[in-house]
């Protein structure tokens, strides 16, 4: 069956860095657009970042210059790479992935930023 396996979430103080990967397993990796979505407590799901098949990347203005969305096809794993962590990133991360009519989720991963 189809999974999007996120991790790599935990709790860093502001100013500080994490990476989160997303493995995907039961889907033909190559074909899906991946995304990164996140949400605060009270708060809509909001996308973070997108990535194409064909490597095009897209971000939301508040982490442009500090996030970093990639994919890895050979290990069928997208990665979201954070830096500069400011107490407003804290949410839940959820990765996506996208390819004509299928769309699939993980289960998401916590992201805490605090002194």
């Known amino acids: 069956q189809v999974q999007l396996v996120e991790s790599g979430g935990g709790l860093v103080q502001p100013g500080g860095s994490l990476r989160l990967s997303c493995a995907t397993s039961?889907?033909?990796?190559?074909?899906?657009?991946m995304a990164w979505y996140r949400q605060a407590p009270g708060k809509q799901r909001d996308l973070v970042a997108s990535i194409t098949t064909a490597f095009k990347t897209n971000y939301v203005d508040s982490v442009k210059g500090r996030f970093t969305i990639s994919r890895d096809n050979a290990k069928n794993t997208a990665y979201l790479q954070m830096d500069s962590l400011k107490p407003e990133d804290t949410a839940v991360y959820y990765c996506?992935?996208?390819?004509?009519?299928?769309?699939?989720w993980g289960q998401g991963t916590q992201v805490t930023v605090s002194s």
């Open positions: 996506s992935g996208t390819w004509l009519g299928n769309n699939y």
């Open positions: 039961g889907i033909t990796f190559t074909l899906y657009n």
